[in-house]
């Protein structure tokens, strides 16, 4: 009997059968065909980056989660750093993941979702930057008073560069360069931070030359579209930038954090220009004021000067009496001066006359001088001789009784020197002992002999009489 009960095993049966992996693709073709491109709105909660630079977290509400994922070289584009319990518009595609068996979002874009978090990452970020120095006032610079030329960094369509150019051309017309730029939306930062890094690039040798103020403008609007002037590469370029940049970003009210690193802010790009240059013709009559002024200063000065040479001069005597008493002098001692001179000559000459006369030729004077060089020369050859004789006469007799006193003289006269065996003179009869060798020395020669002792002593010879000698004739008289 045939039944419409499909839980029959006949029904189940006739079913085709799947395996997990082909349900799975099924899913993930159904889900990305379905759901290609989306926009979620979600609270960001257990986000981490992994190690590869793949960011992973899940965007929840108040009644279902959704897994997400940012692959790496999205991650870089997003603009901002997802982080726990941030409110955002996150764009992508839905796929399934069959591994988990889940299904999440591929980000490729996240933005912030309402005014409360944009302005919690602006108060974050602002603080960031400012523990970092940037905001701090030593790093602004002074702005010129008129600078020759100034770089304008702005949308090149719109109401603000009209308003720039028509404010400058009515206070000061200067030489302007525009710097065209988008001002909100995607790469609107990059765009604005390249404009500032390049007109500080430039160098004055450059066409166009480098500007010496810099205005980076744009006009009002919502946090979202002003947000371009809240990135970090922004505000670093403008607290990095050596020329003088001026911030005149939306309306008086709207604060943007390169206002904080720029050296001045303007509440306008209107106020921007007024700010950047002074008024013509106030400075014109302002110059004309000074000038008149400095000529009746000037004037005042020169009357006083002239009053008070005046006074003085009252005191003074009359110039022209005391030239010409000074004339009259002159002329006295001019005249004075030609008879002292004459005189003075005449009285030299007859002193020179009287001084010539008293000389004596050179001549007489010479023989004189020869006469007198040969007595003397006589004179001290007489001394030379007297002296040396005199000298050989006192050397001789110092000779002779140096000769008179020599122990050779006295061996002469009979006496004998005794030495001992090492040379040393004996004299005493106890340095010596019986058989010791001694050496005799006489007037005419040496003997070697040994002390005897113990025997009779031998008999002394009788000396005869000898014939009395002769006086030496080589030893001198004293007397």
Not at 316 to 334: A, C, M, N, T, V
Not at 411 to 420: I, K, N, Q, T
Request: glycine residues 10%; contains cysteine; proline residues 5%.
């Amino acid at each position: 009997m045939m039944t419409d009960d499909t839980s029959s095993p006949i029904a189940t049966h006739s079913q085709p059968v799947f395996s997990v992996g082909e349900i799975s693709t099924a899913l993930k073709l159904t889900v990305e065909e379905t759901f290609g491109h989306v926009r979620v709105r979600g609270e960001v909660s257990g986000f981490k980056k992994a190690a590869s630079g793949h960011l992973y977290f899940a965007l929840k509400d108040s009644e279902a989660v959704l897994d997400g994922v940012c692959w790496r070289g999205s991650a870089g584009r997003l603009g901002l750093e997802p982080e726990d319990g941030m409110e955002v518009i996150a764009t992508g595609r839905l796929t399934t993941y069959g591994a988990r068996s889940k299904y999440q979002i591929v980000v490729e874009r996240m933005e912030l979702a309402g005014e409360g978090a944009l302005l919690k990452l602006l108060e974050d970020r602002r603080k960031k930057l400012a523990a970092e120095g940037l905001f701090d006032e030593d790093r602004k610079q002074p702005l010129p008073f008129l600078p020759d030329r100034i770089g304008i960094v702005t949308s090149p369509t719109g109401a603000v560069i009209r308003d720039i150019l028509h404010r400058l051309s009515d206070r000061f017309p200067r030489n302007v360069l525009v710097w065209p730029v988008r001002v909100q939306g995607d790469g609107a930062a990059d765009e604005i931070a390249s404009a500032i890094r390049g007109f500080n690039e430039l160098t004055s040798a450059s066409p166009p030359t480098r500007p010496d103020l810099l205005i980076i403008a744009r006009g009002g609007g919502s946090l979202e579209d002003l947000w371009a002037f809240n990135e970090e590469t922004v505000v670093r370029a403008a607290a990095e930038s050596e020329i003088p940049l001026i911030a005149a970003v939306g309306h008086e009210t709207d604060w943007t954090l390169i206002d904080y690193a720029a050296d001045v802010r303007a509440p306008t790009p209107t106020a921007a220009a007024e700010i950047a240059v002074p008024v013509r013709h106030e400075l014109t009559a302002q110059v004309m004021e000074d000038g008149v002024r400095l000529i009746a200063a000037v004037n005042r000065h020169l009357r006083e000067r002239r009053s008070t040479i005046d006074g003085l001069s009252r005191g003074l005597p009359d110039p022209k009496r005391i030239l010409e008493d000074g004339f009259q002098r002159l002329d006295d001692w001019s005249e004075r001066l030609g008879n002292s001179l004459g005189r003075g000559l005449a009285a030299r000459r007859q002193d020179l006359a009287t001084a010539t006369g008293a000389l004596r030729p050179p001549k007489h004077r010479i023989e004189s001088g020869q006469d007198r060089i040969a007595v003397e020369a006589r004179a001290l050859r007489r001394a030379i001789e007297a002296a040396i004789k005199e000298r050989r006469s006192r050397r001789s007799q110092a000779g002779s009784l140096l000769e008179s006193f020599s122990y050779e003289r006295i061996l002469e006269r009979g006496f004998a020197l005794v030495s001992d065996s090492d040379g040393g003179s004996v004299t005493s009869a106890k340095q010596i002992q019986a058989g010791n060798q001694v050496e005799v020395r006489f007037h005419d020669g040496t003997h070697p002999m040994t002390v005897g002792g113990g025997g009779r002593p031998a008999k002394r010879p009788v000396k005869k009489p000898t014939k009395p000698k002769s006086p030496d004739d080589r030893q001198g008289s004293l007397l």
